[in-house]
Nanobody, 121 residues
Framework: QVQLVESGGGLVQAGDSLRLSCVAS????????LAWFRQPPGKEREFVAA????????SYADSVKGRFGISRDNAKNTVYLQMNSLKPEDTAVYYC??????????????WGQGTQVTVSS
């Protein structure tokens, strides 16, 4: 069983930066593809970014390309989401997700509890 715990959310102003972290309690962390999703208020959950287990290939939603960066530290069982130039429309609950040996757009069966990010204008 994979346990994912997100942290780093908060209330920021437009244009600010924030870094989210997600620590995974799992063996063979390096064999997991990790992703960030978000759910804005009143909307469905959407893909934000992913980083593959093999070669750390990254993928991004068009809405965050050039502003967000996903990275991983296999020694710390942690995946990060660096968010720059934040906009009010980035306001959402951000979720960490993991899949074993899958690609960036495969199904994610493992999810964290989420962390709130609120961007004020």
């Amino acid at each position: 069983q994979v346990q994912l715990v997100e942290s780093g959310g908060g209330l920021v102003q437009a244009g600010d930066s924030l870094r989210l972290s997600c620590v995974a309690s799992v063996r063979l962390f390096a064999s997991y593809t990790l992703a960030w999703f978000r759910q804005p208020p009143g909307k469905e959950r959407e893909f934000v970014a992913a980083i593959s287990w093999k070669n750390s290939v990254t993928s991004y939603a068009d809405s965050v390309k050039g502003r967000f960066g996903i990275s991983r530290d296999n020694a710390k069982n942690t995946v990060y989401l660096q968010m720059n130039s934040l906009k009010p429309e980035d306001t959402a609950v951000y979720y960490c997700a993991a899949n074993y040996l899958g690609d960036n757009h495969a199904e994610y069966p493992n999810w964290g509890q989420g962390t709130q990010v609120t961007v004020s204008s």
